[in-house]
């Protein structure tokens, strides 16, 4: 066994019980899918924060994402209300990673998922930092690809949805290769 392999074996072989005795850590993927609307339905892949928010100790079979708005979450939402016990899809810009949490948490979201406000970048995944502030947050704090981020939105103004259903996390060593459903525009 090389060097390091240990992290590798328990990501690839046992993943369910790696995330429960140790959490998801930086340069982890977390994956979830999205189960309607059927135009992506595919498995997407994030990045937990480095240094805040929770990690998932429950996997979320059906689970609302809402888009908050506005869309990058620096202050009072709009649609708060329907945040509450869901995950909230936030943009990034405006202020800092940890404040868009924070105001999600305040709302009575269960997590957050910050896309990249790049809408081309399909491919550099942002570590998510501390502010300097010393604010924490309980909720686990994802980071999603802006291309995603933009399908997603993109997909639920076309439909007139006001969020998408999904399963989060996804344990994707359970499934074949040939029926991993992952997004056309993430291939490289």
Not at 39 to 48: K, L
Not at 50 to 65: A, M, N, S, V
Not at 111 to 127: C, H, K, L, P
Request: a negative charge.
């Amino acid at each position: 066994m090389v060097p390091g392999a240990a992290g590798w074996w328990c990501l690839v072989l046992w993943l369910p019980a790696c995330v429960a005795a140790h959490g998801l850590r930086i340069h982890d993927y977390l994956y979830f899918q999205v189960l309607s609307p059927g135009d992506i339905r595919y498995i997407f892949t994030a990045t937990p924060a480095k240094d805040f928010g929770g990690i998932f100790h429950t996997r979320y079979e059906q689970i609302h994402l809402v888009p908050a708005e506005p869309s990058e979450a620096c202050g009072e939402l709009s649609n708060g209300f329907f945040i509450q016990d869901q995950i909230a899809l936030v943009e990034r810009g405006g202020c800092s990673f940890l404040s868009k949490t924070r105001v999600v948490q305040e709302h009575g979201g269960r997590a957050v998922i910050i896309s990249d406000n790049a809408v081309d970048n399909d491919s550099f995944y942002v570590e998510m930092i501390q502010d300097s502030t010393q604010r924490t947050a309980d909720i686990p704090a994802l980071f999603l690809l802006g291309r995603d981020g933009y399908m997603i939105r993109r997909s639920l103004e076309q439909h007139g949805l006001p969020w998408a259903i999904i399963s989060i996390p996804v344990n994707v060593t359970s499934i074949p290769t040939f029926e991993l459903l992952q997004p056309p525009w993430t291939f490289w």
